[in-house]
């Protein structure tokens, strides 16, 4: 009866063996994740740096003729999106 009872018994190594595989699996998967979430996060902030550097040329400008200088205001805010789009972009990445 003994026998029976320990054959009944679940194969501790083997089941440790494979939950040990799944979690470097998902582990695998956390860190390709967070890589391209890295690289993502990367291509906007340049991308960010450009729009940046675009104001300041036409502010720039804004100096030096009044057309420009129209353009101006609604550049800044087009900025402001983009940047507030970003941030919400950065927050979701970092929140999982």
Known sequence: MAHGYLTSQPDFPSEISRLFLLQEELISKLETDLELAETQLQLKEEELEQWKKHVLRLNE??????????????????LIIIASWNARITDRYLDH
């Open 61 to 78: 400008l804004s100096f030096c003729s009044p057309i420009p200088g129209k353009l101006l205001g609604p550049l800044l805010l087009l």
